[in-house]
């Protein structure tokens, strides 16, 4: 560890890119892409603030007509002597590929920062995985990969001062939404520090071999058989020298940071016999989860792939245990057709014609950002001792078509002691994620406590629901998965009582608090059977809170996130709730003192009213044996057994099978083809209002409207 | 063999693809690029004339704005019902990517026939190799290798026949230049007898499944995490069918054509230790060289890759024979950064953990359409029986940077016995090409011998050089690269004999024309000493005709080609004389009958006057031991030593330290990022004009002109 004061902010894996991809490029040429674009949005905005880079200049931010464009405006920057980045994802990077060959080629040291999210198949998928990042490892482009928010900042160093150096581009990735948008507590390495790391003479070297009138040279010619091959594979010894030149920014990065890394880290027991590999987010979900079966007795381990292209089988090698007998290598990337996906197939051949005789088996897993637990981690594990372990596996899902999938375990609590897990339940707009981000922000800023933040979405935005995911704990959170196992669980719209499980996977004595105008008899009647069972048999402890009525009396209309987050700061017990009041009343004064003193003030009142507003529910013994009918609607069969899982927030549970109709052009199912039946929106009524409009005859002007 | 009555016909490799794609689509949605863009004009130019494909229609084929909209247009069609066809190559390719994969998602049942060419990276190249098909093998494409022209019709309808049965879309390709442009006599299986391998069956299940107002279905939804992961395994079983189907379809055409294909095709010993895995045209390459090692004693064999995804591991283990010990797998593709090649890796990865002891190592070939020789499959056979061969090697160039090249032994002639080798030299446009291709129609029209014609040209086009490879023979012929070992020299530009190598490779007493001006006292006068003295050593018949003259006394101008077609019939006694000059007229009325009786006229008495004209020089003895002056010209460095060479047609001579100039920004040397020194081209008189203007001073009325 350096001496180096570490500056801890509560931020999000884009922004976290975007600090460091600021700091060492002079131009960005970019173009929006889900989950990439706020990279682009937050440096335009730094920009525009007049930030400078490492350079002691703002860095200029073209938006283009297409990534295909911003590519091609990447290679043109860079061959006129620019420094140059771009943040894409998806189809935004298939776009780039022309423009990658010829970038990788021509030996121009770009860094991509890549969201790495699924690609449009059978579906479009806004979200994460491998398959956009695995779809240009041919290029020649280095491929970086970072597991957390923190590792986006020191990997992201470690991208643009490798590629300065090696003379080779890089992608830079990390999970999109899942690192991309978690919020999370890190060091943001301030950009006067990067100075120390920056190869300046590097610098000074690409600037001379730009395209320059002054002393003109040609590029970009037509070249024929007779000397295409030998000039192509005059490079070679560029990409050699990628590993060292990779190990060594590591390096310096972990001088400077006081985080260690390699190309290839390992982590679990020294001397393991089974052993994970895997890249991106799953890696501090395994670690997690290793350290958790480690304490239990069990000899495991993982090696994070982090420098994936060029690929150093030697690093490889070393980094793992000389025990090792078995290896499953997990790949978040699907290539129908392959004889396996990319890392698999790599690992093994590596291990061909190797005097160690180890056992290889590999499996797709998180395919468009499809959780990825501890339970699934244990699964793979469990198979992995299996006589015959099952190969081409997937896992997180129930494949009942082609049983490709290993079985799951139910949830493990794998995060470290003192961890709290909290859950909100909340409707788009309502302000429920935008509070729990200054919760975040707020125990994060004024605590020693790591804290993390995820915010789950449906796809109908304002109106729909979001589920926020929130941990704090003593230690750096490496829980990159959905909250499973909840110590505190907050529902601010009385409607989701009976569309959704609330309570699935809480803890044992855990915390519900429940927005609703209900006292228990009206509670009696509205929660539905499961919930009121949930909270007995679990000993929860129950609040109720009419944060609509209050809102309403302090003047905040429906507005009652900070009502909300009140009540959350006094039952959590994460602060002392009279400094937590204080933080509240800052972050009130700070982000609404320009509208003026009465909005100040109603927003004080509402945390002033809340304080004491919330209510423990004595639960009725009865609760424990509640019943209810569990008759299903009239609907159709698809209605019913596909479409109503996935409104119910019970997507994940569908099987294979789901989605596998035949392909005889009937298509009242969902086929392999990504195919759907039409005219089901009928079937959807959402109910979430949290006022309901009420027709009063005598007032009734009969205006027809 | 079926009783099915062949249907010869001279043709190249694009021409057979869109001869097949023709009868099987009802769309073709084109964009013309380099080496593809024949199939396109083909098929438009026959759906001009009407003709009809497999359902009765003509093809409708339309252009787009770029390949991407193309691929677009594809997609959009096959949903629509229309079965849909596209033509392609390198970055052509690499912009239908991101509807590839929503046209493999959709399993929707595309062909793209893929003249498969590099792409651009330090430099651009119009020629071929794989890295194009290879950038695409991860989206859910199936990939069906062609090795020639022959194949391309055999392999291109069970593209068709099996992307209909599994719809599973498939790229078949086929090597461009060598494949797309080779003119080859082959079997054109007619549209007639297509008929009876169409799966009508599949054909009415797709037209059931496009989109139709009628019974309406969604597709191209956007999925979330709780159910993308499980739709995208939905689509397994189809995967898995495909290498049963298409194996169904081999044997199928196999059964048509009298031809047998399986996914992996062994050639070579049955006992064979040493073993090649290879697709593309150089499997010809190699079963040819094979056969000539095998018959000298040697016990070595090659598998052919002809369905390369989905892989089928099962239908590669079965085709290679249990002898096998050491395996050399080629690639005609190079992924930088990677661990090796992507059929290498693959092949390796399957060894491991199974209970063969087999030593595996892989090597780069080809790139940019690099000459792939007889002589270079020895080269990787010698280096898979060294104690320890080398890996990661490459073949076909010198590597004095990195050291991966191979040694490159003197050349073979593993041509079979009886083939006749010819060597054209001509001058872009001056006809020599035509009249080669007319030679081919009329010795494979018109005798049961197999033909092929290959033609290289410089990048000047009109006015530069053009190389015409020709071979004849009883047997198919195999020999997919340039004529090394020649029967039958001609120049036809009497200003080619200084400058290249005309006779490098020339048999022993073969036959070398020259058209020229000169008597013995101006060949003493004007042939280099290096020409002499081969022609003096290789005991050579050695002609001159001056056939500029001759042409225009008959009245053709500067066109000398049929009179030099005709001393090549008259000469290379490849058809009885009289009757080729029949073929020879029969083909100028063809030709040029509508140009009026004149013309016909003069190019007639062009043959007759040719039949007599050309001179065997009785070769002065002291020619064996001629020398002159071999001083080097007065130029820069880089002109001398990496330019010259290529103008020189010698290009393939140059190492790779010729391409690895230091990126120090100095460029007046050939960087690995294919930076060139500027201002060059003033150093390159061409010299090719076959009349020199002269100023005839009492002409001269002082125009200024």
Redesign the interface.
């Known amino acids: 560890m350096s001496g180096r004061v570490q500056h801890m902010k509560s931020i999000d894996g884009n922004t976290a890119a975007a600090h460091v991809a600021y700091a060492f490029s002079d131009v960005a040429a970019i173009y929006p892409i889900t989950p990439s674009s706020s990279m682009g949005e937050i440096a335009d905005t730094w920009a525009a603030h007049g930030m400078k880079n490492l350079f002691g200049q703002q860095l200029q931010v073209t938006e283009m007509q297409s990534e295909a464009g911003a590519a091609g405006a990447v290679h043109g920057s860079l061959a006129a002597g620019a420094l140059t980045t771009t943040f894409t994802a998806s189809?935004g990077l298939?776009?780039m590929?022309?423009n990658m060959?010829?970038i990788?080629?021509?030996?121009?040291p770009a860094v991509f920062h890549v969201s790495a999210r699924?690609?449009?198949?059978?579906?479009?998928?806004?979200?994460g995985d491998h398959?956009d990042v695995?779809?240009t490892?041919?290029?020649?482009?280095?491929?970086l990969a970072s597991a957390s928010v923190q590792e986006v900042i020191d990997l992201g160093m470690v991208a643009h001062i490798s590629a300065l150096k090696s003379?080779?581009p890089f992608i830079h990735f990390f999970d999109g939404f899942r690192t991309s948008h978690e919020i999370s507590k890190v060091d943001v390495v301030p950009h006067e520090a990067m100075k120390d790391i920056m190869p300046w003479d590097a610098v000074d070297?690409f600037r001379?071999?730009a395209m320059n009138p002054e002393?003109?040279?040609?590029?970009?010619?037509?070249?024929?058989?007779?000397?295409?091959?030998?000039?192509?594979?005059?490079?070679?010894?560029?990409?050699?020298a990628?590993p060292g030149i990779v190990a060594e920014a590591m390096k310096q990065v972990s001088e400077l940071t006081g985080r260690s890394y390699n190309l290839f880290d390992y982590v679990g027991a020294p001397d393991a016999d089974h052993v994970v590999v895997a890249m991106g987010s799953s890696c501090d979900v395994i670690e997690e989860t290793i350290n958790h079966m480690n304490a239990q007795g069990a000899k495991v381990g993982l090696v994070k792939v982090r420098l994936y292209?060029?690929?150093s089988?030697e690093h490889f090698l070393a980094a793992l245990p000389q025990s090792v007998k078995r290896i499953a290598v997990l790949d978040r990337?699907?290539?129908?057709?392959?004889?396996?996906e990319?890392l698999y197939?790599?690992i093994?051949?590596?291990?061909?014609?190797s005097d160690k005789n180890v056992?290889?088996i590999g499996g797709r897993y998180?395919?468009?950002?499809?959780?990825f637990t501890p339970a699934m981690v244990q699964s793979v594990f469990d198979n992995l001792k299996l006589d015959a372990p099952k190969n081409g596996f997937?896992v997180?899902?129930?494949?009942d078509?082609?049983n490709?999938s290993l079985p799951m375990p139910a949830a493990i609590d794998a995060t470290p002691e003192g961890t709290v897990q909290c859950m909100f339940w909340g409707l788009g707009s309502d302000g429920t994620v935008g509070a729990n981000k200054n919760a975040i922000k707020i125990i994060g800023d004024n605590t020693d406590m790591y804290a993390q933040g995820y915010f789950a979405y449906?796809?109908k935005k304002s109106g729909g629901i979001t589920i926020s995911h929130l941990r704090f704990g003593k230690k750096p959170i490496q829980s990159s998965y959905l909250v499973q196992t909840a110590d505190y669980v907050a529902c601010h719209n009385p409607a989701y009582v009976d569309k959704y499980d609330l309570l699935a996977g809480i803890k044992k004595d855990g915390i519900f608090v429940l927005n609703c105008p209900w006292d228990l008899d009206g509670l009696n009647e509205h929660l539905p059977a499961l919930l009121k069972r949930t909270i007995a048999e679990k000993g929860l402890k129950f609040y109720t809170i009419d944060a609509v009525k209050l809102a309403g009396e302090v003047g905040l209309g429906g507005r009652i996130n900070m009502i909300m987050q009140t009540v959350f700061f006094k039952l959590a017990d994460v602060l002392p709730v009279d400094d937590a009041v204080k933080y509240l009343k800052d972050a009130i004064k700070k982000a609404y003192g320009k509208k003026g003193d009465k909005i100040v003030q109603m927003n004080n009142d509402g945390v002033d009213h809340a304080l004491n507003a919330a209510v423990e529910i004595a639960v009725p013994a009865d609760w424990a044996s509640a019943t209810g009918s569990e008759a299903k609607p009239e609907m159709p069969a698809w209605v019913l057994d596909v479409m109503r899982p996935?409104i119910l927030?019970?997507?994940?549970s569908?099987?294979?099978?789901?989605?596998?109709a035949e392909?005889?052009?009937s298509?009242e199912w969902?086929?392999?083809?990504?195919?759907?039946?039409?005219a089901t929106t009928k079937y959807e009524k959402r109910g979430v209002a949290i006022n309901i409009p009420e027709w009063v005859a005598e007032n009734c002007i009969q205006c027809n409207q």
Chains 1, 2 share one sequence.
């Open positions: 189809q298939l776009l590929i022309p060959y010829k990788a080629g021509e030996l121009l699924a690609l449009a198949s059978h579906a479009l998928s806004i979200f398959s695995m779809a490892r041919q290029t020649g482009f280095g491929l003379k080779v070297s001379k071999r002393h003109p040279h040609l590029r970009g010619t037509a070249q024929n058989p007779d000397i295409y091959f030998q000039a192509k594979e005059a490079a070679n010894k560029y990409y050699a990628v292209r060029p690929w089988t990337t699907k290539e129908p057709g392959s004889l396996g990319p197939i790599d093994k051949s590596i291990f061909h014609g056992l290889i998180g395919l468009g950002s499809k959780d997937t997180g899902i129930v494949d078509v082609t490709t449906d796809s996935m927030q019970d997507g994940d569908l099987p294979v099978s789901a989605f596998g392909l005889d052009g298509y969902t086929g392999p083809d990504g195919s759907f039946p039409v």
